[in-house]
């Protein structure tokens, strides 16, 4: 990840990935050492994603410093390798020079290159130099660096795919030599009494402890050298002690030492231990699925039209204000707005929406969203690390990357997990030698507490089940910021619902209308022409109910608008007045024939537009901001969960209770502020409620902000999303049910882990 700098503070942050943890004490370990450099302000070292987060002032640390922090516990932070095209060079001279250039970037490793291909190679340690740097560089010593692929993702995943092969065939190897002496174990305890060689044994043991064992001696070695212990020096310890007593019997009493050698059991321990590592790197990489999934959603390039022809060009390179054409199932590139065309665009990836969305000249599409059948022509609104795809694979990381509250508790107990283990194994050893019992005794009990005493379930219980959680919530549409929302989540008892785009859509529609007189098809068009040309919410209302219906607009005439009244107009010599009854009153229009629809209207909060044609009433229209079809049944959903819902709204009282009665909320109030929405939350926080907000408009931001979990429909403003701990990318009210019921099954799961950790 890139170093961000604040310009007053001068603090910068960096993630590393870490290599060489095998448990939770050593991610405890290096956030300790980190933490002791002086300039370093916090960090956070996650053993699930094997990641370090450090910030640091930049006036005393630099991140090679960091670096070398993490390389002084006795962990390495993997290389990354950049290769990249370098033009403006003349001599081999030139290529001297760009190399010196490149070595004295802060961080880099090492650097070469080539004249005759024209190309650098350089290698620093991922997290701490970008392309851009070293494009920096070059280009103040007068040369220019091009990418040649932007996209290593794959490459990485590759190398990972290539790792795990290898434990699976070192686990094969080890499996297949140890079967021999699991099957003499089998029948000493059957009384079959068979029994290998002592040679035999030493023959499939050697290999098991030297070759596939090699990997706990490596990381003992290298923790010891740092002066601390982690799992690997337990495992060492065990199977060293048991393959070394069992060495000894064998150098001394030869073949009488048939029956009495322990080669199975360190060779049994290492295979066992083996295949915990498997099944661990497979939870890993399992876990980060999520993480996976949004960066296949990346195309590499995108066909944009410059200079009158249309041309490919990596995304990367797509400036805001480009035209850029999708061709069918293809892959949108960049965040945009529709130009021309149509089609039906699958955002199932990104919102969770199983359904295509039909999406036509204006919408906005979103990059990562797999188009159609239609040819569309987009003009990219925002690209590279503004795009929605980016925002959204930046929240999910960094919510994988941090840790709940618990996992510190957690870490400290690991912290000294080790310590105390040896502890008690070097007591146990003794106080069975002085309680009476056999060396060999005081060694199997010994060798016992070492190996089962293992700190790996601990530092995975809490990560693993939070970065499945939350990958799971990325999945079904539901983004959550950080660790501490997903945590307090599970513990909302109270959702408040602003109404307007959160329980309905945000937008006035037709919900009923009479005609007085005259052919009702004929009506509506007549009341949509008349409205062609205006922005009003309500005159869009009217214009939709036409689309419905399918009914075509026809040109309007002496168009008049009389503001917070009405409009008249002029259609096929027909004359038009639309508008409230006042309007029309005026006009000396009698409305008597429409006024008990009508009051029955207004008592259920909807809008009445009245309409004449020749000074004749003609038809009435009930129009309200509708209610979504989810809504009713996400807080059923809740109330299921033992979570009372309340609805705030800056509507008029009886809009509100007529809304909340509908979706079947019990507390409602309407006339509400901004800041009073704060306080209703403050209020409930005072009577011991946990609460959530959940809202889409910057009205909503301060309760957004006081609530314990601020909960934002994607559709909604920019700062409502930044206030909130959750988004939602889809404007679906169930999605609030959703992200609580993830919420606590990840708190179960963490307490069922903690517990089989702990216990088991």
């Not at 699991?182 to 059957?190: D, I, N, P, S």
């Not at 309407?670 to 209703?680: E, F, I, L, N, T």
Request: aromatic letters at 6%; a negative charge; proline letters at 4%.
């Amino acid at each position: 990840m890139p170093d961000t700098a604040h310009p007053i503070l001068k603090t910068q942050s960096v993630r590393l990935p870490i290599e060489g943890m095998t448990c939770a004490a050593c991610a405890t370990r290096l956030e300790k050492a980190l933490l002791r450099v002086p300039g370093i302000e916090s960090a956070s070292v996650n053993f699930a994603l094997e990641q370090a987060s450090v910030d640091f002032d930049s006036d005393q640390v630099s991140p090679t410093d960091v670096v070398t922090a993490v390389g002084k516990t006795g962990f390495t932070v993997p290389d990354d390798e950049f290769i990249f095209a370098l033009d403006g060079m003349t001599c081999a001279a030139c290529a001297t020079r760009s190399e010196k250039v490149l070595s004295r970037v802060p961080g880099v490793s090492s650097a070469a290159v080539n004249f005759a291909i024209e190309r650098a190679t350089v290698f620093a340690p991922q997290g701490v130099v970008t392309f851009d740097t070293l494009a920096g560089a070059i280009s103040k010593a007068g040369f220019t660096a091009r990418k040649i692929s932007n996209d290593t993702s794959a490459d990485v995943e590759d190398k990972k795919r290539k790792a795990l092969l290898r434990d699976y065939l070192t686990l094969a190897f080890a499996a297949v030599l140890t079967m021999p002496l699991v099957a003499q174990m089998g029948a000493h305890f059957t009384g079959a009494g068979f029994h290998l060689s002592p040679w035999t044994e030493l023959a499939l043991a050697l290999p098991v402890q030297v070759f596939a064992g090699a990997r706990f001696y490596r990381g003992a070695w290298n923790v010891l050298r740092a002066g601390s212990g982690n799992m690997d020096v337990l495992v060492v310890m065990g199977t060293t002690a048991a393959f070394g007593y069992s060495l000894y019997l064998l150098a001394t009493l030869g073949k009488a030492a048939t029956g009495q050698l322990y080669f199975e059991a360190s060779a049994v321990i290492i295979t066992l231990v083996l295949f915990g590592k498997v099944l661990e790197s497979r939870a890993k990489r399992g876990t980060t699925a999520a993480i996976r999934s949004l960066m296949t959603l990346r195309p590499n390039v995108a066909r944009v039209k410059r200079d009158g022809e249309v041309i490919e060009v990596p995304v990367d390179q797509v400036c805001a204000g480009d035209i850029v054409l999708v061709r069918p199932g293809e892959k949108i590139p960049v965040d945009g707005e529709i130009e021309d065309g149509a089609s039906a665009v699958d955002e199932s990836l990104l919102t969770g929406e199983s359904l295509p969305v039909e999406k036509l000249s204006g919408d906005s599409v979103t990059g990562g969203a797999i188009n159609g059948t239609g040819l569309l022509t987009i003009r990219a609104t925002r690209v590279g690390e503004d795009s929605t795809l980016a925002r959204i694979i930046k929240l999910v990381e960094n919510a994988q990357s941090g840790k709940a509250p618990v996992q510190r508790l957690v870490d400290k107990v690991a912290a000294v997990f080790v310590p105390i283990v040896i502890a008690i194994a070097t007591i146990t050893f003794a106080g069975w030698l002085f309680s009476g019992g056999t060396f060999e005794q005081a060694l199997v009990a010994a060798v016992s507490v070492l190996v089962i005493a293992c700190p790996c379930a601990l530092g995975l219980a809490t990560p693993t089940a939070i970065v499945t959680g939350t990958g799971a919530a990325a999945r079904a549409g539901i983004l959550i910021k950080d660790v501490e929302a997903l945590e307090r989540a599970h513990r909302v008892d109270t959702v408040i619902f602003d109404k307007t785009g959160t329980l309905t859509m945000g937008h006035p529609a037709v919900v009923d209308f009479f005609t007085v007189s005259g052919d009702e098809n004929e009506v509506i068009a007549l009341a949509s022409s008349v409205q062609a040309g205006s922005e009003h919410p309500l005159a869009k209302a009217i214009l939709s109910l036409a689309d419905q219906k399918d009914i075509s607009h026809s040109p309007v005439s002496d168009f008049q608008s009389v503001t917070g009244r009405g409009v008249s107009g002029r259609v096929n010599d027909q004359a038009i007045l639309f508008g409230n009854r006042a309007f029309l009153d005026d006009s000396g229009i009698n409305t008597e024939s429409g006024l008990v629809r009508a009051k029955e209207w207004e008592q259920n909060a909807h809008t009445v537009i009245w309409m004449s044609i020749d000074g004749a009433l003609s038809a009435v229209f009930a129009l309200a901001d509708p209610v979504r079809e989810e809504a009713k049944t996400a807080v059923s959903v809740l109330k299921r969960l033992g979570i009372q819902s309340h609805l705030l709204s800056g509507d008029a009282p009886v809009v509100a209770e007529a809304v909340a009665k509908t979706v079947g909320i019990e507390h409602a109030r309407g006339g509400v502020r901004p800041q009073d929405k704060a306080s209703a939350v403050n209020d409930l926080h005072a009577d011991h409620h946990v609460v959530a907000m959940v809202g889409d408009g910057i009205n909503d931001a301060p309760a957004l902000a006081a609530a314990d979990v601020g909960v934002a429909m994607g559709t909604g403003t920019d700062v409502a999303m930044e206030t909130a701990a959750i988004t939602l990318m889809r404007s679906d009210p169930r999605l609030v049910a959703a992200a609580f019921g993830i919420s606590r099954a990840t708190w179960r799961k963490i307490q069922q882990n903690l517990f089989g950790a702990f216990y088991l």
